[in-house]
């Protein structure tokens, strides 16, 4: 679905107007900045990932997602 035209002033004045401007953006191919993802290797002792795999069990997701949000949070408080 081809999505309208609009100039960035007209945009800027929607946006500010707290108008919907959904009409003029493409959401299914819209990207966020820096959210590529890079493959890094880890290395983890056996305990861990025993550790790491109750909790992903526990929370219902899977042991990848579980390192990613402990990672995320602890990088929140220390940054």
Do not use: C, H, Y
């Amino acid at each position: 679905m081809k999505k309208k035209s609009i100039t960035a002033a007209e945009f800027d004045e929607k946006f500010d107007g707290n108008e919907n401007l959904n009409e003029f953006l493409d959401l299914e191919n819209s990207t966020r900045p820096g959210q590529k993802s890079r493959r890094v290797s880890v290395d983890f002792p056996e305990w861990m990932v025993q550790e790491l795999d109750k909790v992903a069990r526990n929370l219902g997701i899977t042991r990848q997602s579980v390192i990613k949000v402990f990672i995320s949070d602890k990088l929140k408080k220390t940054v």
